[in-house]
T-cell receptor, first 112, second 116 residues
Framework: GENVEQHPSTLSVQEGDSAVIKCTYS??????FPWYKQELGKRPQLIID?????GEKKDQRIAVTLNKTAKHFSLHITETQPEDSAVYFC???????????FGTGTRLKVLA | SAVISQKPSRDICQRGTSLTIQCQVD?????MFWYRQQPGQSLTLIAT?????????ESGFVIDKFPISRPNLTFSTLTVSNMSPEDSSIYLC?????????????FGSGTRLTVV
């Protein structure tokens, strides 16, 4: 079935450094790729998304890149801050069922 | 985007009993989804709640265990029936943001269920 691999499962960075999380998906026809942030005890929240007609999208310290040929997409967080500590999930929209397939999550710890 | 009110936020239940979780949306939405998130895990889709028809369940989930109601376009319930400790999890409802599936989801605040 359709799936998405997400790496790494845990990531620790020093405050101010950059963090990169990568996902590889299986549905070559998918055209929408959101990223969710879930703080401890809270609901997942959409933080950024990208569509297949663009290769990169930025929103302040957060950026997402997409390589459709390789079926990779990545989340980049620059100048990390302690409040960036959370679990991040990538996802893609299955083009056949219109349901989201979520990655396994990356627990990011930003060390002060 | 839509705002979802989910209740209860948490509960501790005896095995063999049932718990009904409610989600109220502040606008009409065609699709509502129910997810389970086991401790430290990702999100697993349980079913799609359809207004006016039966819910559509994912592989591994059945109506007898997780009956769903969708009486109108703003409300849905998920019941976890005949609970066992393995059902301890967080249950979340979600709806498409901006009313369109390819604009991401808004999630409810979740129900943390502990079965003892």
């Amino acid at each position: 079935g359709e799936n998405v691999e997400q790496h790494p499962s845990t990531l620790s960075v020093q405050e101010g450094d950059s963090a990169v999380i990568k996902c590889t998906y299986s549905d070559s026809a998918s055209n929408y790729f959101p990223w969710y942030k879930q703080e401890l005890g809270k609901r997942p929240q959409l933080i950024i998304d990208i569509r297949s007609n663009v290769g990169e999208k930025k929103d302040q310290r957060i950026a997402v890149t997409l390589n459709k040929t390789a079926k990779h997409f990545s989340l980049h967080i620059t100048e990390t801050q302690p409040e960036d500590s959370a679990v991040y999930f990538c996802a893609f929209l299955n083009s056949g069922t219109y349901k989201y397939i979520f990655g396994t999550g990356t627990r990011l710890k930003v060390l002060a | 985007s839509a705002v979802i009110s989910q209740k209860p936020s948490r509960d501790i239940c005896q095995r063999g009993t049932s718990l009904t979780i409610q989600c109220q949306v502040d606008s009409q939405v065609t699709m509502m989804f129910w997810y389970r998130q086991q401790p430290g895990q990702s999100l697993t889709l349980i079913a799609t709640a359809n207004q006016g028809s039966e819910a559509t369940y994912e592989s591994g989930f059945v109506i007898d265990k997780f009956p769903i109601s969708r009486p109108n376009l703003t409300f849905s319930t998920l019941t976890v029936s005949n609970m066992s400790p393995e059902d301890s999890s967080i249950y979340l409802c979600s709806v498409p943001q901006a009313g369109r599936v390819n604009y991401g989801y808004t999630f409810g605040s979740g129900t943390r269920l502990t079965v003892v």
